[in-house]
């Protein structure tokens, strides 16, 4: 997943450009991170009050995080914090956003778009998740032995064919970890809410990052406590050592 | 799997209609739902005092679950909310009600019946359950993480290249969830005692849905505790939002 | 505690009686066991609506449960299974009941009523427990060793200075305990929903026993689940036998 | 301890006021809450750049926290939320606050200082904490059973005489319980980060509050997560309810 | 409790000597161990059938396990294994043993027997334990850290004054502890089934000793399980060693 | 896996019958049970003193377990309780019993012998267990939900590809389930030490069954603790209803 | 306990002193820390090869730990690491070490000793400890919430009156807590084996100190791993904060 | 894996030989064990002060264990107890020991290496480890049931198509197993700090073995504490005896 490296980014300040899916809508998005070569790509999607588009299929997965605003996909209503995930394939809508809102738009591959009400035949839609609000799932233990006290996770998603993964981080005050870590795998993270403290400094609402395998990151720390929306690639593995002097 | 949307009914309320097998026996059946492509369907049979089928196999893989008086099938004598799964061409009984039977009957295609005392050669024997009595087994743990406090289960069976699911669910008094769920599955329900609400009002012994994927339910409680059958077609995920306005 | 052994009544089958405390209020009650020593009582007491009494204190503690209705004191508010312990000397009120209330009402000695809003000087006021509505109590583990699963408690209070217990036993529908126990103290209970068998019969909804200390009783079951209100004079413990031929 | 109710404030925007305790220090404070007859009391105390005071102890106990600034105490240099407890009759210091602090005061009763390097005899110097870096202890489980999930605490102290608490709580984003809570304790807090949301309406940092036993408080919800700093003067007790309508 | 050290005696080798207690009952018993002092002992009472004795009191406790026959005391029913401790000056009665028995008789002092229905005034009735019939209780984990795996207790009592406890320790086949005891309490045990072997050479059914505190043991192994009834005159401590060479 | 049924017999009454595989050894054996197809079979061998047999291999998978005395392959000497399992193909040896042995001997189909020190060159080596001395395991938990507590396993081996185990249950005394099992496998089951009571009457040391799937049996008691050698050829799954009448 | 504060000093590199307590034995000893007005102490007895005492009682309890050799105190022979505990007139011995020991030998009083086989008659004989191997003991936990992972006590003895503890500490190589600590307690410490780091610098085999309440210490590390015998004057409380720049 | 059986040697006393790889480096080696036939080896590395390689990747996997000094790959840099996996076809470094360092170095077949900054587009570059500091990682329980307590282990890489594992393992002082142990795969140690004793004798800092499957070894236990680096060529199994006389 040959990303170029998005070390940090204000998701808030990069210029907006126009956004367009024929047959589907169109609009301003802002690009946080894209793959040249399959089309896949993490943006902020804005749209505005009044928004709309008809119901119909996408040729590659998108997953999608409502940060502000509301969005109706057919019966559901997505809020703050609300997650959804659309196989290739599976059909969904109409879309709407009555007041607008700012979406971070997630599409596994080159985007385009059918409309009809129908999913293509062999489309995997048992793997659709139309709704998760993330207020209404449980916090959980994070998953990384080791991993610091007052830190808890929400799943949003894991990828049975790839072991990818989707989920929230929310640290408490005062969390702290030392030690600096490796992945095997890219990792993206949109930071919510709060702030937190890094070798790439201070990071708070909107900064975003996209990292390739096996670039060391940390230590870290949180005074005020911090939410995070990460993404990886691959199955979660993490290797620690100490940072450097 | 495309039976229609049995959004509520009672099953006492439901007009018997004929029932019957060639070659295996007759009567009245309530129909509750069913799949008019593969005749996969669920009903309640009312079998008569005196009731008797001979030893034979079915065709298609039967579930039942007995809700008043009892059924023999060969040696196995199932009372009150005993269970059994009968993979397709594994032979099983005679069959026999002395004293009568209400059943819920499960068959998972179009019912065809051969008598004899032979399973077919490749029949998958070793997944037969001829009677689990569910006052028998320990309750259990709910799988779900953030279920309420005060529900258990009591697991009748998982299938093994489906994951789809047979369980009893079983509710203290006072049990409330507030939220809404969404499963990438079908799943019905049968109330067998106690009461419930939920967004389709008041459940009582013998309330029945079948309910297609993706469709928003909930929140529910309980206020007097409430024992409920419980089938889905794959492995059950719970997704959760909070009820709209 | 010498109240004479009250194996089991019906409390809505027993006949009211005349109820008054001077100086506080009048009705009726139905008296199910007395101290007669002490005046320690339980009786279920039928508070006809716009019923109303003054504020003031009691020269002996009070509990109650309301099983029916609801019941303001003060500014607490309390409805169906909301419970209420009222120290001896320790003021509270006016009390209400706007649409009547049936209430489990449990002196811990003879009744008297001193009008007004100060409380004496050395009451224990921070024992008082004004309102527990148990329906938001989360089901908790039962607390002796060995005893059936898929039965859980409401602890509504534990006596400091003796041990006493006041707690919600909720069971699943087939939980079953074939043992015979015996308690060395006397144990009060009062079934609020379900229904449940044991030495005594059949128990539903308004059965109440007190049992003086040594009595063995059990086995139990319930086929379809019980919830029951218990009280004990001590400390909880446990000594099981098998029952006798 | 009959502290008027302090509903909610805002310490910041509370009025300073001239503070002197003779032979210790003066300066400016912020009263938030005060017990007229024993002369406890919680106040926001400014110190300003160079701030000293000679070593010497009080005669009523006094428990600290620094919110803002710095300050030390003889050798023990407590930054932003350390706490430290002196118990009456304990000798502590010299006192300063180079850069200035702002420190939330607690007297457990009429404040007077004797200067000097040595303690009471009979003083309680066990139970001095010179100073607890809040930041390096642990998050541990909170302990009210049924308390949401996603809540944490770490305890300051827990007075072995009479059960009284001090501690922080934390909550992760989106923690919510929409129970109604009474204590048989006075309880007061300290909004330290974040913002949460209850019947007293939304609370940011240097919100305070020091209700009275028995007053009904909550539903309270966080979206973005909060820190606070709690005391209550016995054992935390509580009792939950439905919120009226 | 100073009793002779008994090392190891087996029981039923023991000669039978005359037992009486005035005005209660007659017969044979096998002493055991005895406090010359007090009257504290142990001993294996023979009952023949048809055994009798009138209701009553005891002037120092009695403790009893029955491990062969049926003892019947008022309407407590004692079977093979089952316990009774009757605290001073509680009446229990009338006693029989209408097929015959074999009980470990324990007095806690000098026998005498006050025919009649009363207890005394100040007896402590609520430490009466009337019956266990320890094939009724639930099988719990030991209490000392660091013992076998594969060992399992029932606690039949634990004096709330001195902590002296009385209990069933079962063991599996093939459970081990190389290493030597000490306890700083005299302790006896009576093996029930099975076969263990220690310092003392095998034990089997009968086997029985009385340990002064301070007298090393072990280390002991069960090839084919054991069951030893214990008793400690005082809180049980397991300080631990390696035998020597 | 059609052995016939065998219901129950006593090992050591079966008459003892010649014994001997070409190359490898002779002597005499108890037939315990034997698939005629395929060659499969349970016995008990005795080895008398002296005994000796080459290195070498075998063409189907053994299994064994001494029972009494000792015997050593190769560098390994299997005492009592001692386990092999030895695949088909893999070499082992030389055989000898110095002191003679009992063991039970569970071929997985016909015997046949290669003498020699070289393994089959596909033999499955590393699923070679060339001896587990059971007394040397540590006593775990069971593996069935709700299955009594006193009972514990030690489990020798699961097959990776049939999921058919071996495992050493045993069970303190007083340990008792009144349910009835039924399993999809076949079962077979050696009594080593002590007794229980089942539907089969009582069991001590030598008892034998071989139970085909799905024959009801239960319930079962142990008075004074029992070890028994169980073997299913397939997933252990459990399904409980209650002894009919 | 007014010891004066002993910062760090290698036990073995102390100058020995003469050794000697009327009627018990002479010989040479350290002196590690003293109470110049109680007597209490801690010193590093050197025992030579031979020597002997006769059995009698201390007026001040004794604690003991062996470092080298082996002591045998009446029956009982302590070796390397075992630990004894000799209350205030309880007799012990006679007194030997045939191949000369090491003992860490700690007096809570005055030394004076009365020769004779009786043990005073109020002297509290039931907290007698003769020996404790520690190496038989099992490792558990550690007992302060967030202390690293990796550590773990053996628990030697805690007083029942003043809470005091005694424990052996063992961490693995690679432990490590950036924090620092103040307990409210005189805490003294002698390292046994290993090696570790703190703000005393380097510690091995004989460090020792005896540091008074209220004085920071660590961080510290291992890199080797660490044994560490340990004793406190009260329960153990231990305050975090941060290292000072 | 037909390595010869190294059953036991001193690293630091094998005689150094010369070491290269063409394109990559030469200096010294002192080699430990080797499979002739593959390649695979274990070797102790020696890089003098300045040792320097050029990027690029080798035909086999290396799996590295600095022992002593420094080692830089790339970015990386690894000091005493770092591990590192690179797969065969990965690129990684330039390589560089600017102080000298010690290292095991352990191909997974014969060595050869091709210079360059790009991996062979098939190499499985997700499987990576560029650097675990074991000393970050947090210790963890061990894997096999029974194995002694105070031990715990560091998983370092478990190869997920063989199950081959490579860990460090930690004992505090005073642990001892008295049991014998099997595994069906070969298992290579190398004593890192401490000491333990076993059937080979006393084991020491640079004490390495490597155990062909099916040999037993053991019992084992170590007075002062001891951390080894293990290897298994596939799952680890342990089979349990007793060691013989």
New interface residues.
Partial sequence: MPRPYVRKLSAYEQEPVAWSIEGFAGGQTRPLSADPETGAATELLELPPGWRAPPGRFRAAIELLVVDGGLAIG???LGR??YSYLPAGVTAGPWSAADGARVVWMPAGRQAFDAGRDSVPDAQ????????????????PTIT??FP??A?RKTLRVDPDTGAGTWLL???????D???E?H??AEEGFT???ESHSERGVSRAGEYFWRP??I?HGPFHT???V?TFFRTD?PLRT????P?P
């Fill in positions: 019966e559901y209503r914090f609300s839609r048992e793997r659709w998740i139309p709704q998760i609000d993330s207020s209404a799932l449980p916090w959980q032995p080791g006290v007052g808890m929310g640290m408490l005050p005062q969390v702290r030392t030690r600096r490796v095997p795998t919510l809410l709060g395998p096996f060391p005074d005020v406590g939410l691959g290797d620690y050592s100490w450097g």
